[in-house]
Structure formats: structure tokens, C-alpha cells
């Protein structure tokens, strides 16, 4: 073909051009740091670097962020495990110092005092908080598990109470020792009513206050809470108590009527099945004297106490009941029931919200790498129990009655120093005296048996204490495993980032030298082409 100078100065042109588009390229290679700036660069580059960038992204995301939330979560519920741990470990040193009988109500008084303390700080420790959220609460974690001071101070404007649901069992049903004081309360005045050996009223001839003094064993359902709502305005109790059904229970015992007697025993129902009772003594007198077949409720202790004989006649291994009841009066420290039981919260307003109608894990998860979530939270149940408080309350009955014989037995001391010794007064203060005496036994040896009791109760609390420090630390150890390979991961992902859309600088810079260069001999050689033309020889 005819080459012209129009077409070697288009070539020429095309040539510098693209020589300028290969400078421009590595130029921006240089200053960008990557090979391609638009995916029509390098197609296959550009696909790759959405991928990788994605997978880096992810990694930050769960290394930097996710694991080290929860990390700081954990580490958060360590440290409130770890405290409750110590008091725990301080609340059992406290019983198995309260475990003696020969200690006074003042020495008993101190004892207690600690032990108050340290049960709020128990509950306290549960209340700590992760950025705004309390660790222990499940998912609601703008609650906390106990009522706080602005909590009962917005109550008492708006008053709230909540109709609570609580799964109760046989292996519940506790028993507390009942010493009957009041046969010491008036002299012998105080023996009138008694039931004698012969069946008669009043004491025999021979008959003294020892033997009336009597340690009585009953049995009880006692609830989570104390201080619960009573009979309402219509004298329908504010309880219900059923089998795991929802059918109502129905007390019974053994029919004397039938002679011979059967086997198995004939047995009729008993009405009425329940009584309320203003206050526990006088409820536990009547169950101890068989004034009450049923089950006293107490609702100032939260208790449904009954004899030992309805216990025999009603309750057996594997039993499971449901007893609902409603309460009002709620005090600073107070479980906030939500964490715990079905319950229907009810307003001022008259509004209503259920809350726990259905069974459902609290458990709170973290993404903490690709298809992996760590549980971070301990749920409040697996560590925090009402029976630390109530407990506190049994104490606190015994140590009443401590104090209560005490001081019977210092008025009855007293009255001894004003009156002749030979006296027949005197005789009879001194045999009321042993009856206070006798009676002081029985509280103090009862005192005993509960610290004992409690010694191994707070080792219980411990033990379920040490399973969510061991659950705990368990998690905290599989996040560090987490961490640690999602912290190679995401170097490596770096490093096929880097490869796949880095530069060699030296390379590159070698080449943008090289390019320059031709370049520069482009221009050359088309400004000498360009100088020449068919008029030079026409």
C-alpha cells in the first residue's frame, strides 16, 4: 500500500498517545497505590478485590468490634461472679460462726447485721451494668434485677402490682421449729387452757410448766416474697395453689369415723383448705395445737405452713404445684418478679402486661466470627435465688425469739427477787423459770440446726455461683481462641488484599522511568518525520 506522511503522522500521533496512556497509568499506579482505578482496569483484579475487601471488612468487624465487646462483657460478669464468690464465701463463715446455741440475742444481733449487709451486697453485685446494659437481666437489659430507690419512689405515685406464677415442688416443702412461749406469758393463769395428760383442761396437781413447754416441727410452702397481698374485699384469698395441671388441690386426712380402720386408710377432704393468718405466730400456734387441719397462709411472711400429719396425707415425691398470688407493697431491694415467673404486671391506670407467658432462654449471643456466636450473658436464675434473702428472715424469727425468752426469763428473775423464797409466789416463778429455761433450749438448739442448715445452703449458693464462673470463664477461653485465629485471618486477608491490588513500587517506578523515556524518543523521532514533506522535492 501507498504510505503517505498524513499516515505516518497518525501513526506517529497513535503511538505517542498510547505511550501517554501507559505513563498516565503508571503514574496513577504510583499515587493510588493500586493496580486499577476503575474495574475496566483488570476485570479479574477488580471481582477479586470486592471479595477480599468484603472478607476484610467482615473480620474487622468481628475482631475489632463484635469479640471485643464481648469480650468486655465477660470480663464485666467475672468480676461480678468473682464478688459474689466472696460474699458467698464471707455469708458462710458468718453461719458456721452463728452455729452455736450458747451465743446471746446481742451476740446473734451482730451476726446478723453482717450477714443483712452482705445480702445486699449480693443482690448488688447483680446489678452491674455494661455500657448501659445490665449483664444479668437476659434480654431485658434496661431492667435490673432488684427495685432501686427511684423505682419505689415512682411506686409509691403510681402503685404497681403483679400477679406472679411459681412453680413450687415437693422437694421445696421446708420445715421450721415452733416453740410455744405462751404458756410462760401469765403464770399459771397462762396453764388454764392447756389440754392435760387426761385429755381434761388445765394442769393436774402434779403437773408443771416444763411439761407444756413443747419444740413443734412444721411444714411449709414458703414463697419468694414476703409481704405479700392479703384477703382481698371480698374475702376471696389472693392464692391459688395447683397440681402442675391447673387443677385445684384438695387437702384431705384419715376419716376416724371408719372402724375398723382400713389399709390404705379411708381418707375426706378437709374445708377449709386454706386460713389466712394475720401474723406467723399465731398461725404456727394453731398448727402446732391442731386448731388448723389446712394450710395456715401467712401473707406478712410469705408462708403456707400445715401440720406434719397433712403433710403425710397430701404430699409425696414428684408433686408439682403452682401457686399464684399477687403483691403490692414492694421495698428497695426487692427481685423485680420479670426476671423470674409468668406475671401480669398491673398499673395504676389499669393497664395490664404479661410478661414470661412463654418459656424462652434468655441466653444473648455475639457474631463473633463466620457461623460462630458465643453466648455472653449468665442469666439471672443461675445464680441469683430469693431464698438468700428469705433466709435472712428466718434468722431474723429466730433471733425474735431469742430475745423474746430472754426477756421473759429476766422479768421472771426479777420477780423472784421481790418476793420470800419460801413463798408459795416464789415456787411458782421458779417453776415458770424452769419452763423459760426449758423452752430457751429448744430456741437455742433450734438456732443451731438452722446456721447448720444454712452452712450447707451457702455451700449450695456457691457451688451454683462456681458453675456460672466456670461456664463463664469457658466462654472467655473460646472467644480468646476466637480472637486469635480471627486475628490471623484477617492479616491474611490483608496480605491477599495487598497482593491482589498492590504494586511493586520498584517495579512500577522502573517502568515509569522506562516510559518516559520513550516517550521523550517518541517526540523526537515524529518532530524529525514531521519536518519532512512532498514540497521539499517539488
Not at 501 to 515: H, N, P, R, Y
Amino acid at each position: 500500500m501507498r504510505m503517505t506522511n498524513k499516515i505516518m503522522r497518525n501513526n506517529s500521533l497513535y503511538n505517542i498517545n498510547q505511550n501517554k496512556i501507559l505513563e498516565d497509568k503508571l503514574t496513577n499506579q504510583m499515587t493510588n497505590q493500586s493496580k486499577i482505578v476503575r474495574p475496566s482496569d483488570d476485570p479479574v483484579v477488580a471481582i477479586r478485590a470486592l471479595r477480599l475487601r468484603t472478607n476484610v471488612t467482615n473480620v474487622t468487624q468481628y475482631h475489632d468490634k463484635n469479640a471485643a465487646d464481648a469480650d468486655q462483657w465477660l470480663t464485666v460478669t467475672a468480676d461480678a461472679l468473682n464478688t459474689i464468690d466472696e460474699v458467698l464465701k464471707d455469708l458462710y463463715s458468718q453461719a458456721t460462726g452463728a452455729a452455736n446455741k450458747y451465743l446471746t440475742s446481742e451476740d446473734l444481733s451482730i451476726i446478723l447485721e453482717q450477714m443483712k449487709s452482705l445480702t445486699k451486697e449480693f443482690y448488688a453485685s447483680g446489678n452491674v451494668d455494661y455500657a448501659g446494659r445490665y449483664v444479668f437481666s437476659g434480654f431485658r437489659t434496661d431492667t435490673a434485677i432488684t427495685f432501686s430507690a427511684e423505682d419505689i419512689a415512682q411506686m409509691e405515685k403510681h402503685p404497681v402490682s403483679y400477679e406472679i406464677k411459681e412453680n413450687i415442688g415437693f422437694k421445696d416443702i421446708s420445715t421450721i421449729s415452733y416453740t410455744d412461749l405462751s404458756v410462760l406469758a401469765d403464770g399459771k393463769n397462762s396453764l388454764n387452757n392447756v389440754t392435760n395428760s387426761t385429755g381434761g383442761t388445765g394442769p393436774l396437781p402434779d403437773e408443771s410448766y416444763e411439761q407444756y413447754v413443747t419444740n413443734n416441727t412444721l411444714y411449709r410452702f414458703r414463697l419468694s416474697y414476703d409481704d405479700v397481698d392479703a384477703t382481698a374485699a371480698g374475702g376471696q384469698l389472693p392464692l391459688q395453689v395447683t397440681d402442675k395441671d391447673g387443677n385445684p388441690i384438695q387437702l384431705q386426712k384419715v376419716d376416724e369415723t371408719v372402724v375398723p380402720p382400713t389399709t390404705p386408710p379411708t381418707m375426706v377432704p378437709i374445708t377449709p383448705t386454706f386460713t389466712e393468718y394475720a401474723d406467723a405466730e399465731t398461725a404456727y400456734k394453731d398448727i402446732a395445737d391442731g386448731k388448723c387441719e389446712g394450710i395456715a397462709y401467712i401473707p406478712s411472711t410469705g408462708e403456707l405452713v400445715f401440720s406434719e400429719q397433712v403433710y403425710k396425707d397430701n404430699f409425696k415425691e414428684g408433686d408439682d404445684f403452682q401457686i399464684t398470688y399477687t403483691k403490692s407493697n414492694w421495698v428497695e431491694g426487692d427481685i423485680n418478679p420479670v426476671h423470674y415467673f409468668p406475671c401480669v404486671e398491673t398499673k395504676d391506670d389499669g393497664k395490664k402486661t404479661a410478661y414470661n407467658t412463654v418459656k424462652a432462654d434468655q441466653d444473648i449471643y455475639y457474631d463473633v466470627g463466620f457461623n460462630q456466636k458465643i453466648q455472653v450473658n449468665t442469666v439471672t436464675d443461675e445464680v441469683f435465688t430469693h431464698n438468700v434473702q428469705r433466709d435472712m428472715d428466718d434468722f431474723q424469727h429466730c433471733l425474735n425469739q431469742l430475745k423474746a425468752i430472754e426477756t421473759k426469763k429476766s422479768d421472771i428473775e426479777a420477780k423472784m427477787k421481790d418476793v420470800p423464797e419460801d413463798s408459795q409466789t416464789y415456787k411458782d416463778l421458779a417453776e415458770q423459770l424452769k419452763g423459760a429455761e426449758k423452752a430457751e433450749t429448744y430456741i437455742r438448739e433450734n438456732i443451731q440446726k438452722r446456721f447448720e442448715n444454712q452452712i450447707t445452703n451457702y455451700q449450695k449458693y456457691r457451688d451454683d455461683n462456681d458453675l456460672a464462673i466456670t461456664n463463664n470463664a469457658t466462654r472467655g477461653s473460646r472467644l480468646d481462641l476466637i480472637t486469635a485465629r480471627l486475628c490471623n485471618q484477617k492479616a491474611t486477608f490483608k496480605e491477599l488484599q495487598t497482593d491482589n491490588e498492590g504494586i511493586d513500587i520498584t517495579q512500577v517506578a522502573v517502568e515509569l522511568s522506562s516510559s518516559e523515556l520513550t516517550y521523550q524518543a517518541a517526540l523526537m523521532a515524529t518532530g524529525k518525520i514531521m519536518q519532512t514533506n512532498l514540497m521539499n522535492y517539488i
